[in-house]
């Protein structure tokens, strides 16, 4: 069955502000409904079928050096993560 609904996008914010005016349900990654989860705004349903997280992965060359703005933006995601707790890598 394909999902059927009022509003259409692929935008987070987009489907953040329907779910905020009450057009619609959807889901979405936490982190951009958790500050609305937590003041009561919204509240999560179906829980039962929510899926496993996704990994994100670095991957580069074998035996290639990384270049240095890789690094820097590798370290940069990995310290933006850690600072949000529902992002922290294990």
């Known amino acids: 069955m394909l999902p059927n609904g009022a509003v259409r996008s692929n935008g987070g914010e987009d489907l953040r502000a329907a779910v ?3 057009l619609e349900i959807t889901h979405g990654p936490i982190a951009l409904f958790q500050a609305n989860l937590q003041e009561g705004r919204i509240v ?4 039962a079928f929510t899926p496993a997280p ?6 580069c060359s074998i035996g ?8 820097i933006f ?7 993560f ?9």
């Open 20 to 22: 905020l005016a009450a």
């Open 44 to 47: 999560r349903i179906l829980d």
């Open 54 to 59: 996704m990994p994100i992965h670095v991957v």
């Open 64 to 71: 290639r050096k990384i270049p240095q703005r890789a690094r």
């Open 74 to 80: 590798v370290d940069f995601l990995a310290a933006a």
């Open 82 to 90: 850690a600072a949000v707790p529902i992002l922290r890598i294990v």
